[in-house]
């Protein structure tokens, strides 16, 4: 069993970064693969970036590559998404989740473990 807790949200303008974290409780932390969804208002959830149990891996979608940056403390049960040149269309909230691996939470675009979301509005 894995908790997650996301944290970090909220409303900047077109350009700025944020960055989000997503602090997780259970023994299973370290042996997870996490990863970070959005939904935005009227939209399906996607896929935003993945990274392996050991963070030597990591998978982002090609809307937010070279913006986008997922990483992990195992020591502190922290994962993080640093966001850079935030857009309007960035706007959603923001899930944390943990799974098996990487390549299936961005296969089936879902996870076995989710956080309760935080917000990210993008907006001048």
């Known amino acids: 069993q894995v908790q997650l807790v996301e944290s970090g949200g909220g409303l900047v303008q077109p350009g700025d970064s944020l960055r989000l974290s997503c602090a997780a409780s259970g023994r299973a932390f370290s042996s997870s693969a996490m990863g970070w969804f959005r939904q935005a208002p009227g939209k399906e959830r996607e896929f935003v970036a993945a990274i392996d149990w050991s963070g030597g891996n990591t998978y982002s979608a090609d809307s937010v590559k070279g913006r986008f940056t997922i990483s992990r403390d195992n020591d502190k049960n922290t994962v993080y998404l640093q966001m850079n040149s935030l857009k309007p269309e960035d706007t959603a909230v923001y899930y944390c989740?943990?799974?098996?691996?990487?390549?299936?939470?961005?296969?089936?675009?879902?996870?076995?473990?989710w956080g309760e979301g935080t917000l990210v509005t993008v907006s001048s």
């Open positions: 989740a943990a799974d098996l691996s990487p390549t299936t939470m961005r296969a089936k675009n879902g996870a076995n473990y």
